[in-house]
T-cell receptor
Framework: GAVVSQHPSRVICKSGTSVKIECRSL??????MFWYRQFPKKSLMLMAT?????????EQGVEKDKFLINHASLTLSTLTVTSAHPEDSSFYIC????????????FGDGTRLSIL | AQSVTQLDSQVPVFEEAPVELRCNYS??????LFWYVQYPNQGLQLLLK??????LVKGINGFEAEFNKSQTSFHLRKPSVHISDTAEYFC????????????FGKGTKLTVNP
């Protein structure tokens, strides 16, 4: 089946650094990718939707300058958390879909981000 | 706007017992419904989906769900659970087949005890 690879699975870094998370679709063309944030014991909150080759659409309340999303190819999207602070610590999950096939999204395994 | 309500935040059951995880949705347009499972520190795995057709949907790992339009429900069931079914379960709704953004419920933690 379709596989979405997310890297790194876990990252620990100091406050003030920027962290990049990659999301790759391994066996299909991901015309659309989604980035979610999940707080402990909470549901997934959609942060943004990115379509290949265009700017991401951010959900209300999500800072565009804080969470930079790039979807430069049909197999790769990146989320960069800029100048990360402890409150940015969370579990970030990406998903990918081929809008042309209108099939369910496939999810990555998530990235546990811890900011010290 | 769409929304999903998962009525139970936690469901403890004994091994080999049946289980039902409840999900109700609200939508002003056609809906497509999904159940996902999340194991600790992992992403989400699709259990099953309702796009159209038969209202009884069978998924992986012996799970099934029934779409009930009049009750706006999509409850997940399994006749006999295993320890390995212990996980978080999320119900989600989309206005399309899933390639559009999903709106998730808050999740139900299923704990299967020996």
């Amino acid at each position: 089946g379709a596989v979405v690879s997310q890297h790194p699975s876990r990252v620990i870094c100091k406050s003030g650094t920027s962290v990049k998370i990659e999301c790759r679709s391994l066996d299909f063309q991901a015309t659309t990718m989604f980035w979610y944030r999940q707080f402990p014991k909470k549901s997934l909150m959609l942060m943004a939707t990115s379509n290949e080759g265009s700017k991401a659409t951010y959900e209300q309340g999500v800072e565009k300058d804080k969470f930079l999303i790039n979807h430069a190819s049909l197999t790769l999207s990146t989320l960069t958390v800029t100048s990360a602070h402890p409150e940015d610590s969370s579990f970030y999950i990406c998903s990918a879909a081929d809008a042309g096939r209108n099939q369910p999204q496939h999810f990555g395994d998530g990235t546990r981000l811890s900011i010290l | 706007a769409q929304s999903v309500t998962q009525l139970d935040s936690q469901v403890p059951v004994f091994e080999e017992a049946p289980v039902e995880l409840r999900c109700n949705y609200s939508s002003s347009v056609s809906v497509y419904l999904f159940w996902y499972v999340q194991y600790p520190n992992q992403g989400l795995q699709l259990l099953l989906k309702y796009l159209s057709g038969s209202t009884l949907v069978k998924g992986i790992n012996g799970f099934e769900a029934e779409f009930n339009k009049s009750q706006t429900s999509f409850h997940l069931r399994k006749p006999s659970v295993h320890i390995s079914d212990t996980a978080e379960y999320f119900c989600a709704v989309s206005s399309q087949g899933g390639s559009e953004k999903l709106v998730f419920g808050k999740g139900t933690k299923l704990t299967v005890n020996p």
